[in-house]
């Protein structure tokens, strides 16, 4: 698939970007753009990709069994008192 950049400007910016991060012209256009998209999203109030996928790594940890049945406060060692 095909982007034609007309706008000299930006043509001139995408490229400075590849060549200070390395970057072919593409890959440096495509970060920029989902970075902008992040902090759009973020800005308008939608979760951003780095927060969905938190949340569905922590909705995959709440899901696993629980293997061992004491309390925390037993696992950390408190005693009746809450000192250790």
Do not use: F, N
Not at 20 to 37: H, V
Request: with cysteine; glycine share 8%; proline share 2%.
């Amino acid at each position: 698939m095909a982007l034609s950049l007309k706008d000299a400007e930006t043509d001139r910016l995408a490229r400075e970007v590849a060549a200070l991060t390395g970057e072919s012209l593409t890959t440096a256009i495509r970060k920029a753009l989902a970075e902008r998209l992040d902090r759009e999203r973020r800005r308008r109030g939608q979760p951003s990709d780095l927060k969905r996928r938190l949340h569905a790594i922590g909705a995959a940890c709440a899901a696993l069994p629980d293997r061992d049945g004491r309390s925390a406060d037993d696992i950390v060692g408190y005693d009746g008192d809450g000192l250790w």
